[in-house]
């Protein structure tokens, strides 16, 4: 039996698929596999496979806070959130989801239970598992801030990891660098509180996105992580560089730590202008921009992400 067979038992499975279709930036090559686990118990099936096989792989969800190569990935890519997403409200607050589960969408199922804690995410397009893998955050709030505890794979088995052993910091956790741990759920704490107010603060946090991002093209959210001695942008905008394009990539003129796909863009077009800003703030600024946006460079990647 073939390798595409015995995933199919587990799974969904797509072939040749082009990256371009599962990611927010609308760029990147065809990969082997393209896989759906059914259940939590095929995805450790799933995984079990590749590894024995030495295929490479990743897992994402929602494919917001990617860069994936212009070159075609001869591995795996394992997605979430069609089948991973489903999720649970307690009478406390407590809220158990799935990893693929859509951000946005608990924050709107928070809003309707009102329950307060999540209306910060409530406009970051990513799945929870990114968004647990990288700490995600706006307004001063991340989602380290509500984790108890995290369900992830390892060596075939399903643990629950507490908040304590997670080392999560600004965009930052365990995750990043354990590789073998693949999250498939969350526990987190909510609050009950007023659902107008609740749903006024979502409201103005929308309006503030929609006026100050550029929300109508394909892009990554955030491109640079924010140093201590001022905000990304404003680092961009003292550069000079808003506006710059490379091929169909351009720094956004709207919002200067947003790099867009203004039609037809390559990973690399985006990784040049990422490498152009990080050269300009080094130089006169002796600042070290960190992206928040993970570039898949297949041909560095030879072994299992």
Request: hydrophobic share 40%; net charge neutral; glycine share 8%.
């Amino acid at each position: 039996m073939s390798l595409l067979e015995r995933l199919q038992c587990y799974g969904e499975v797509l072939v040749h698929e082009p990256m371009s279709r599962h990611t927010t930036y609308r760029i990147g090559g065809k990969v082997d596999y393209y896989i759906y686990p059914h259940t939590e118990i095929a995805l450790v099936q799933i995984l079990k496979m590749l590894k024995a096989e030495n295929v490479p792989y990743y897992v994402l969800g929602r494919g917001s806070n990617l860069l994936f190569h212009d070159d075609d990935f001869h591995g795996a890519i394992i997605n979430l959130d069609k089948t991973l997403n489903n999720y649970y409200f307690e009478p406390d607050g407590t809220l158990v989801a799935q990893a693929g589960c859509s951000i946005i969408n608990l924050a709107i199922e928070a809003l309707k239970r009102s329950f307060t804690g999540l209306e910060f995410a409530s406009g970051i397009p990513g799945s929870l598992g990114g968004g647990l893998f990288m700490n995600a955050g706006a307004y001063q709030s991340d989602l380290a801030g509500i984790v108890e505890s995290v369900c992830v794979i390892q060596d075939e088995n399903l643990i629950w990891l507490p908040k304590a052993s997670l080392d999560y910091r600004y965009r930052h956790s365990l995750f990043q660098n354990h590789r073998d741990l693949t999250i498939v759920a969350a526990r987190l704490k909510l609050e009950k509180a007023d659902q107008e107010q609740i749903r006024q603060l979502m409201r103005s946090r929308h309006e503030r996105r929609v006026s100050s991002q550029p929300l109508d093209k394909p892009c990554a959210g955030s491109v640079f992580r924010n140093p201590d001695e001022r905000p990304a942008w404003k680092i961009i905008d003292d550069l000079g560089l808003r506006g710059l394009q490379v091929g169909g990539a351009r720094i956004s003129e709207k919002h200067s730590n947003f790099i867009v796909n203004e039609g037809g863009a390559k990973a690399e077009d985006v990784h040049a202008l990422i490498s152009r800003i990080q050269k300009s703030a080094k130089e006169k600024y002796a600042i070290d921009l960190i992206t928040e946006v993970e570039y898949l460079n297949w041909d560095e990647k030879k072994k299992k992400v």
